[in-house]
């Protein structure tokens, strides 16, 4: 699977089967165990009714250890890709805390052109 800048839009393609290990690790990189990430993917998909059903409906079982590309799609289609790089301009991410030599209770006011839901901070 790649994350490509395609035409300004984000795509993720999907080639064929993969290793549901592999994939866990993508989804789960804070663990450094391909066992630890595998079974915590599990528990998450099992803890999700909706995607659970989705991926049964696929042939998904508990016992699955190479995903198929729709079972990929479905993964992808609830929980969004894996990894989710911003770009923005650096003036805003220095002016996204507190004004230089502010006191903590002062926040620096937004500029009004700026729509938040655009950035994450």
């Known amino acids: 699977m790649n994350l490509e ?20 690790m993508t ?6 165990n391909i066992d630890a990430a595998s079974k915590r993917m599990r528990a998450e998909i099992e803890n999700d009714e909706s995607l659970f059903n989705a991926l049964k ?6 016992n699955t250890t190479r ?31 507190r004004m230089k030599g502010a006191k903590n209770t002062e926040k620096v006011s937004r500029p009004n052109n700026i729509n938040i839901d655009n950035y994450i901070y």
């Open 5 to 24: 800048n395609e035409n300004g839009e984000i795509t993720w393609d999907i080639k064929g089967f993969k290793a549901f290990s592999d994939l866990a």
């Open 27 to 32: 989804f789960f990189p804070e663990y450094s």
């Open 57 to 62: 409906q696929a042939h998904y079982t508990h």
């Open 67 to 97: 995903l198929s590309p729709n079972q990929q799609y479905i993964l992808i289609s609830l929980w969004g890709p894996s990894h989710i790089h911003l770009h923005f301009p650096l003036r805003h991410a220095r002016n996204r805390g």
